[in-house]
């Protein structure tokens, strides 16, 4: 008897050949290049080092791709962000000690955003490893420990033979639901000394899925066929999980209405008649969702920002769909699913009874109509006309990648996504200088749409080395950089917590004047004349930069009162 198991695929003449006699020339690099390509990589990112050149050095011998940025920290952005719209793992090689240091701020976004990212550093020769203080330059007693508590996982290689399998598992572990960033160390000798081990040419790593517990599927499809005003939160693991069609037949089987988080964006349709969009920062909507008696939550941990700061009580049933272990129930009891929301969306789309509720969308009206009363009331018609100028210039389909800054913030609440996967931030873990980056990322991702990065001065700041970056690969990323001399929501923080803020004021260029110096073109707009203005760059082919000089404000908070 013959097992799955047991058959084994037997290389063909010309492999065996090559495998007897590899090329020569290739040394430990050369495996690292060989493996990503293997598992079907095509585009690299990172910053070289000293201990990392046998990994560079290997890149001219291979067909992969490569972006090189000017900062670790916004090439691990810009890998995220190539995660997020391609799905697959992006690599990034890095450098020892302080190269890979300088990256923690953007894996701790990929892990918070389960953004797929393959991080591979080289490390200290293998006779300094163990913990021992042996002064060599970038060493760290265990470099490994600074990234555990980060990514999802850690794989250390010691030898030449063990590269092709410890790429392969962590490129496995990245896309395996959650997804999420992961490190590989390779030490510098291991890198840079000859290799006698054929070409790498097979590479296939298969993600494991995460299928629902039918018997926890039965009773979540038997609580929202009885439900008599069941509601439904989407979070980004619908998004990530690409089951946003799945969604909507859900919701318009059950007649529930979605309020879709801030990593959630674009799960729902915008417009839907049973959409409550994503003001989720608003006691009118908290009121809703709690009054549910039966609410589905999927892809989503309700966090701070999606639970309006903690302020959501939740007085019906619960049902928690999650991939990430760690947040399933880790807010509020559920009936608590571990699944991919895709497949468990199926699960439920197969048992659920369809549900008749003709009020439904007048009931949904009402609390739009109340969120815009609230807002109407506050006198911030600069907010909604930029952030409509904006809207209205992206063209259809184009991503947006969004920096921590007040029209982000406008954003998350009020902004239509358009479509699944095309709204990205820095919610997640609320690092600054994420946007323009990451629109780097995904226009080297996708080059057939403009990309769109949205920060604010103090966050222009941390990125504007890429600018270079975005000339040297003429990436089509229009940048619009809201100036208003400062950390303009510290400000404001400040002003309401102590009367007046403190180190919130910044010396700032001429973003314009700055731009042009790095071949990139750069015009000054206005509220007025935004939306043309960054129409027209956008439409422009290659980098541009749009600045606009505006003090913005922030719509008052509901979780306060």
């Keep these: 008897m013959t097992h799955d198991h047991d058959l084994v695929l037997r290389p063909t003449a010309a492999q065996t050949e090559a495998a007897l006699n590899?090329?020569?020339?290739?040394?430990?690099?050369?495996l690292v290049v060989e493996t990503l390509a293997g598992l079907g990589a095509t585009t690299v990112f990172g910053l070289p080092g000293q201990h990392a050149l046998g990994m560079f050095d290997a890149l001219r011998r291979s067909d992969l791709r490569y972006i090189g940025l000017r900062v670790e920290n916004n090439a691990g952005f810009a890998a995220d962000a190539y995660g997020r719209i391609t799905g697959e793992a992006a690599p990034l090689l890095l450098?020892?000690?302080?190269?890979?240091?300088?990256?923690?701020?953007?894996?701790?976004?990929?892990?918070?955003?389960?953004?797929?990212v393959l991080a591979i550093s080289s490390q200290i020769p293998t006779a300094g490893l163990g913990g021992g203080r042996h002064g060599y330059l970038h060493e760290l007693p265990d470099q490994s420990a600074s990234f555990r508590g980060v990514v999802k996982s850690v794989h250390t290689v010691r030898t030449q033979s063990q590269i092709p399998s410890a790429i392969a598992e962590a490129w496995t572990s990245a896309l395996t639901v959650p997804h999420g960033p992961v490190w590989v160390e390779i030490p510098q000798d291991v890198l840079l000394a000859e290799t006698p081990i054929p070409v790498v040419t097979g590479g296939d790593a298969f993600p494991e899925e995460l299928p629902p517990r039918p018997e926890l599927t039965a009773v979540a499809a038997d609580l929202l066929s009885r439900a008599e005003r069941p509601a439904?939160?989407?979070?980004?693991?619908?998004?990530?999980?690409?089951?946003?069609?799945?969604?909507?037949?859900l919701a318009e089987r059950l007649q529930a209405p979605v309020v879709t988080t801030f990593g959630g964006k674009g799960a729902f349709?915008?417009?839907?008649?049973?959409?409550?969009?994503?003001?989720?920062?608003?006691?009118?909507?908290t009121d809703f969702l709690e009054d549910a008696d039966v609410l589905l939550v999927v892809g989503s941990g309700l966090g701070e920002l999606s639970s309006n700061y903690h302020t959501f009580k939740p007085r019906g049933r619960v049902i928690q769909i999650e991939a990430d272990l760690g947040k399933l129930e880790s807010n509020h009891p559920a009936l608590g699913i571990h699944a991919d929301a895709r497949l468990a969306l199926q699960a439920l789309l197969e048992t659920v009874e369809e549900r008749t509720d003709p009020v439904a969308p007048e009931r949904v009206r009402d609390v739009l109509d109340r969120v815009r009363e609230r807002i109407a009331a506050q006198e911030l018609t600069l907010e909604q006309d930029v952030l409509a100028a904006v809207r209205a210039a992206l063209p259809s389909g184009a991503p947006s990648f969004w920096d921590m800054t007040i029209l982000a913030y406008w954003a998350w609440s009020a902004f239509d996504a358009g479509a699944p996967n095309t709204m990205h931030s820095a919610q997640g873990a609320g690092g600054l200088g994420y946007g323009f980056p990451a629109a780097l990322g995904a226009a080297a991702a996708d080059p057939t749409h403009?990309?769109?990065?949205?920060?604010?001065?103090?966050?222009?700041?941390?990125?504007?080395?890429?600018?270079?970056?975005?000339?040297?690969?003429?990436?089509?990323?229009?940048?619009?950089i809201v100036d208003d001399g400062g950390y303009g929501i510290l400000r404001e923080y400040m002003t309401d917590a102590f009367g007046r803020p403190t180190?919130?004021?910044?010396?700032?260029?001429?973003?314009?004047?700055?731009?042009?110096?790095?071949?990139?073109p750069g015009v000054r707009t206005s509220a007025r004349t935004l939306e043309a203005d960054l129409a027209k760059a956008l439409a422009s082919p290659g980098p541009s930069v749009v600045v606009l000089p505006a003090v913005l404000r922030m719509f008052a908070p509901t979780h306060l009162a």
């Design 22 to 30: 590899p090329p020569g020339g290739r040394n430990g690099g050369d």
């Design 95 to 116: 450098s020892t000690g302080p190269g890979a240091l300088t990256s923690l701020a953007a894996l701790q976004e990929a892990r918070a955003a389960s953004a797929p």
């Design 232 to 249: 439904i939160i989407a979070g980004g693991g619908v998004v990530r999980a690409d089951a946003s069609k799945k969604l909507r037949q």
């Design 269 to 285: 349709p915008w417009t839907h008649p049973l959409s409550l969009q994503s003001w989720l920062e608003d006691r009118h909507t």
């Design 450 to 480: 403009p990309v769109l990065a949205v920060s604010g001065d103090g966050g222009a700041l941390y990125s504007i080395a890429e600018l270079a970056t975005a000339r040297q690969y003429d990436l089509n990323v229009t940048w619009l």
């Design 503 to 520: 180190a919130t004021e910044l010396t700032r260029p001429d973003y314009v004047a700055l731009a042009e110096s790095f071949g990139v």
